[in-house]
C-alpha cells in the first residue's frame, strides 16, 4: 500500500483479520444458541462427576492445542455415548476455540433440522450440490446428533445425504465432526454406512463419553 509504512500494513491485516474471526463467531454463537453461548461453554466450565470424564476432557484439551493441524489434516471427531453426557459442550467448546484461537471457519447444525432443509432446499433448487454446497465451505462442520437414537430409523435418504456430505468434505480434506448417542463405532456403522465411518475413521478421534447423564444427577428426586 502506497504511503503505508511496513508497521502499518501489518496493523491493518491484524485489524482486518481481528474483525473477521469476530464475525465468524459471533455466526458460530447465533448456529449454537443460548444453551451454548460462549459464556456458557468451554473446557474450563466443563464439569466432571464422573469416572473417564477426566481423560476425555484432557483429551479434548489436547485436541484445543493443535486444532489448526487437526483441520489441515482433515481430522474429524465424534464424540460418543449416551444422552446427557456433555458431548455438545465439548464440541461446542472446541468450535469456540478453532474460531477464536486459530481464526477457523466453523459451522455448526442439528443432525435432524438439517436432513428437513436440505430436502426442503433441493425440492426449491432442484440441484443438490448447490444445496449441499454450503456445508462444504467451513473448514470445520459440527454436526449435532445426525444419527436418531437406536429403534428409529435414519432412513434411506437421510443416510445418503449425510454420507455424500462426509465424502464430499473427505476428498477436500475437510474435517466433520459430529456428535453421537451411538455407543460404539460399529454402531455408528451400522446406521450410517461402512463408507461413510471408514472416512471419519481415517486419522479420526472416536471420543467415547461413557458415564452416566449430568441432568439426571444434576435433577433427580432428593430422598
Not at 511496513?6 to 473477521?20: C, G, H, K, S, Y
Not at 426449491?124 to 436418531?148: C, F, M, N, Q, T
Request: net charge positive.
Amino acid at each position: 500500500m502506497q504511503g503505508v509504512s511496513t508497521d502499518q500494513q501489518a496493523e491493518l491485516i491484524r485489524n482486518e483479520e481481528n474483525r473477521r474471526r469476530s464475525r465468524l463467531f459471533t455466526a458460530l454463537s447465533k448456529q449454537l444458541g443460548e444453551r451454548y453461548l460462549p459464556e456458557c461453554v468451554g473446557l474450563l466450565q466443563y464439569m466432571v462427576q464422573h469416572q473417564g470424564q477426566q481423560e476425555v476432557k484432557a483429551y479434548c484439551e489436547k485436541l484445543a492445542d493443535r486444532l489448526d493441524e487437526v483441520v489441515r489434516r482433515g481430522e474429524s471427531v465424534v464424540w460418543m455415548g449416551p444422552i446427557g453426557t456433555g458431548k455438545d459442550h465439548l464440541m461446542a467448546s472446541l468450535l469456540y476455540v478453532a474460531v477464536g484461537k486459530f481464526g477457523i471457519e466453523c459451522s455448526w447444525i442439528d443432525g435432524q433440522e438439517w436432513y428437513s432443509q436440505t430436502r426442503d432446499n433441493i425440492k426449491k433448487k432442484a440441484l443438490e450440490e448447490e444445496a449441499l454446497r454450503p456445508l462444504l465451505r467451513p473448514g470445520i462442520l459440527a454436526i449435532s446428533d445426525p444419527v436418531p437414537p437406536a429403534g428409529r430409523d435414519l432412513g434411506d435418504w437421510n443416510a445418503t445425504q449425510l454420507s455424500r456430505v462426509i465424502e464430499l468434505r473427505y476428498r477436500q480434506m475437510k474435517p466433520t465432526w459430529m456428535t453421537t448417542n451411538m455407543a460404539s463405532i460399529d454402531q455408528l456403522a451400522s446406521r450410517i454406512g461402512e463408507p461413510a465411518c471408514d472416512r471419519l475413521r481415517d486419522r479420526g478421534h472416536f471420543i467415547k463419553c461413557q458415564w452416566p447423564s449430568f441432568r439426571k444427577t444434576m435433577y433427580a428426586p432428593r430422598t
